[in-house]
C-alpha cells in the first residue's frame, strides 16, 4: 500500500507533535510502512479504546501481562495488578517518595544552579523511585539507567536483534531478584516483587514468565513515561513564569496542572493495537491483521475534544483527557504516577526560589518512539 506520510522524515523526528498536529488535520488514519496504520484523532482513538474485540492488544508474540491481552485472559491479570496501586498502597508509598525527592534535589543543589534536567534530574528520580516501589536494590540503578537508554535507540533503529538481548538481560535481572526472594522465602508482604510471588490466577501461582513480564511491563512503563514527565513538567514551569508562581502560591492546583500540561504535551508517544477483522476507522478501510499506532500526543491535542486544545488551563475539565488512556486497559498505575509526581514537583517548588529555561542552551526535543524532551537545561535558584 501507498504511504500516507513518512515518519521518519525529517519534519517529524525535528517536532513531532507539531508534525503529528499537522496529520490530524491532513490525514487522520494514516498508512506508512513502518507503523502501519497512525490514528491522530480523539473519537477515532476512542473508538478503537471502545471495541477491544476488533482492536486486539496482542501485537507480538512475546508474553505481555497484562498489556499484551484480551478479555477473557486479560481480567483475571489486571485484577492482580490493580490493588498494587491501591490508595492505600500509594499512600504508604508517599513518604519513601517524599525522601527520595528531597534527597535527589539536596545532591544536586550541591553542584550549582545551571541543571539538565533530562540526565541529571528525571532519570534519576525515574529510578531511584522504580525500585524503592518494587523493592529493589539501589545497586540496580545505574544499570537500569543504561538498560532504558539502550532500549529506547534500539527501538528508534527497530534493531529487533538489539531489543531481543536487551529483553533478556531485563529477563535476567529480575529472574534473579525473583531467585533471591525464593531462596530465602521471602513473605507476602516483604515487598511488592515477593508480593506478586504469592499471587495466584486460575487457582495457581503465577509462573515466573509472568512475573517477570508483569515486572518488566511496570519498569519500562515506569522509566520511560515518569522521566518524559517530569522533564516536560519542569520545561513548562521553566518557560511560563506565571504558571510556576501560580503552583508556589497554590499546591492545591498541582495535579490539575500536572493532568493538564502532561495532556497539550504528552509523555507517552503510543500505543499498539492489531485488527481482527475488517473495519472501517476515520473513514478509512483497515483489512484484518493490521498494525494500528494509537497516537497519543496527537488525540490530546485534538481541537475537536478540546477548545484552544495547544494551551494550557489548569482550570480545564479532566474529561476528555487520554493521558492516562481509557476503556479495559486504561493505566492502572495513574494514582501511583500521580502521587509520585506530586511530591517530585512540590519538593522542587520547596527546595527552590525559581527556575527558568537557559536562553543561551535551548531544550531539544525526544523523537519517537520516546516523547518529550531530549535535554531541558535550567538555571536553579535554590534555597
Ligand atoms: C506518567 C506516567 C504514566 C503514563 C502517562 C501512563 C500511561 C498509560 C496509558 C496511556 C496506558 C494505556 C495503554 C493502552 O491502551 O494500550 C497505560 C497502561 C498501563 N500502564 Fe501506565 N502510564 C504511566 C505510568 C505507569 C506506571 C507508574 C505504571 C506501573 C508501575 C504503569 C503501568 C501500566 C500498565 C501495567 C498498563 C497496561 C494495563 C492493561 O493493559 O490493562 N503505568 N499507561
Known amino acids: ?90 499512600g504508604a508509598f508517599e513518604p519513601v517518595c517524599r525522601e527520595i525527592s528531597s534527597d535527589l534535589l539536596s545532591e544536586l543543589s550541591v553542584g550549582g544552579s545551571d541543571v539538565e534536567v533530562m540526565s541529571d534530574l528525571a532519570s534519576h528520580f525515574a529510578v531511584r523511585i522504580q525500585c524503592a516501589f518494587l523493592g529493589w536494590p539501589s545497586s540496580l540503578h545505574e544499570p537500569l539507567l543504561r538498560w532504558a537508554e539502550q532500549n529506547q535507540s534500539a527501538t528508534r533503529a527497530r534493531d529487533r536483534v538489539a531489543l531481543s538481548t536487551l529483553a533478556s538481560e531485563l529477563d535476567a535481572i529480575v529472574d534473579d531478584l525473583i531467585q533471591q526472594r525464593s531462596q530465602c522465602g521471602a513473605k507476602k508482604d516483604d515487598d511488592v516483587t515477593a508480593s506478586l510471588m504469592h499471587e495466584t490466577v486460575h487457582g495457581r501461582r503465577l509462573s515466573n514468565e509472568e512475573i517477570s513480564s508483569i515486572l518488566r511491563n511496570w519498569t519500562v512503563g ?73 497516537n497519543w500526543i496527537a488525540a490530546n491535542r485534538d481541537p475537536s475534544a478540546f477548545e484552544d486544545a495547544g494551551m494550557v488551563k489548569f482550570d480545564r475539565s479532566p474529561k476528555n483527557n487520554l493521558l492516562y488512556g481509557a476503556g479495559i486497559h486504561v493505566c492502572p498505575g495513574a494514582p501511583l504516577a500521580r502521587m509520585e509526581m506530586r511530591v517530585f514537583m512540590e519538593s522542587l517548588l520547596d527546595q527552590t526560589l525559581g527556575f527558568h529555561l537557559q536562553p543561551e542552551s535551548p531544550a531539544s526535543l525526544e523523537s519517537y518512539p520516546a516523547s518529550g524532551y531530549a535535554t531541558v537545561p535550567i538555571h536553579v535558584q535554590w534555597k
Open 222 to 294: 515506569e522509566l520511560g513515561t515518569i522521566s518524559a514527565s517530569i522533564g516536560i513538567l519542569i520545561h513548562h514551569l521553566a518557560d511560563n513564569a506565571e504558571h510556576q508562581s501560580t503552583l508556589r502560591r497554590d499546591r492545591c492546583v498541582l495535579l490539575a496542572a500536572m493532568d493538564e500540561i502532561l495532556r497539550v504535551h504528552n509523555p507517552l508517544h503510543s500505543n499498539r493495537r492489531t485488527t481482527t477483522c475488517p473495519t472501517q476507522l476515520g473513514g478509512r478501510d483497515l483489512d484484518a491483521g493490521e498494525r494500528v499506532d494509537i
Open 1 to 90: 500500500m501507498k504511504s500516507d506520510w513518512n515518519p521518519e522524515s525529517d519534519r517529524v523526528i525535528r517536532d513531532q507533535v507539531a508534525a503529528y498536529d499537522e496529520m490530524r488535520e491532513r490525514c487522520p488514519v494514516a498508512h506508512s510502512e513502518s507503523r502501519g496504520w497512525s490514528v491522530f484523532r480523539h473519537a477515532d482513538v476512542m473508538q478503537i479504546l471502545n471495541d477491544h474485540p476488533t482492536f486486539s492488544n496482542q501485537v507480538s508474540r512475546h508474553q505481555s501481562v497484562p498489556n499484551g491481552m484480551d478479555p477473557p485472559e486479560h481480567t483475571p491479570f489486571r485484577q492482580i495488578i490493580e490493588p498494587y496501586f491501591s490508595p492505600e498502597r500509594v
